[in-house]
């Protein structure tokens, strides 16, 4: 019996038969992109990323704590501040996120004390080259202005108050935060 299966290869006859049906007769299980509707990100989907606009100052909400920086597993951001002399508060001068290096866990967005920075639900973005996916403040402040646009109702993050943890144990402003 084992001598006529080798002779006739009945196994590999059988998955090539599989092969054949699958390939010739069943529908495709992957969608064409943009086919006809254009697919909706699921609630916490980590796209773009953008640096939250200070309504009130229409800079950017960061104060360089270089909490976000510190916990990046990639290491993508960089940031430099000046400090002002009479108030010694920080500003920031230069934040920088290198796309191509990051990994999207979103460790930023979750340990920024003022919810300065966002992974907002945007997938469609690249560029041709290496400077096309290095976002600097402007191009990141100007990233949450474009997600806003599109926003139907108001824009609120998971990370900025998370379920379950008691708002004493939160940051100031993550207490402060509507939702949830």
Known sequence: MSLVKKIFMTEIMQGLSLTLKKMLFAKPVTIEYYD??????????????ALVRDEKTGDTKCIACLRCAKVCPAKCITIEYTTDEKTKRRKVTKYEIDALRCIFCAYCVEVCPVNAIVLTEWYEYGGYTREDLLFDKEKLLKNWDEFIAQQERPY?????????IPDKCLPVRKREAKGV
Do not use: L
């Not at 006809?36 to 990323?49: A, E, L, T």
């Not at 609120?156 to 108050?161: I, L």
């Open 36 to 49: 006809k509707v254009r697919p909706k990100p699921y609630s916490g989907f980590r796209g773009r990323h």
């Open 156 to 164: 609120f993050n998971p990370f900025w108050k998370p379920r379950g």
